[in-house]
């Protein structure tokens, strides 16, 4: 048997911090880009995502990636990857 690490896919998501007042918490907003199935123009949708910062490292305007994690609360299902 090998002793290789099974890597677990964790959704990456980009987006700008628009909230960082809560301890460890920030909020992310992720917009999204598609083309409408009848008119053919392209709508953005954005949806908003609570995400654990334990540094509280960022700031709102930032651009920031989170990944996916364990659940820390009712909201918070994301962790903060890179600022």
């Known amino acids: 048997m090998s002793t290789e690490k099974k890597e677990v ?15 460890k918490t920030i909020v992310v907003s992720v917009a999204r880009r598609f083309k409408h199935p ?7 949708k954005t949806k908003k995502y609570h995400a654990h910062d334990d540094a509280n490292s960022a700031k709102a305007g930032d651009v920031v990636t ?3 994690s364990r659940q820390h609360s009712k909201l918070k299902k994301w962790e903060l990857l890179t600022k």
Do not use: N, Q
């Open 9 to 23: 896919f964790k959704r990456k998501l980009k987006g700008v911090v628009v909230s960082d007042k809560a301890d």
């Open 38 to 44: 009848i008119y053919s123009k392209f709508v953005t």
């Open 66 to 68: 989170i990944i996916e």
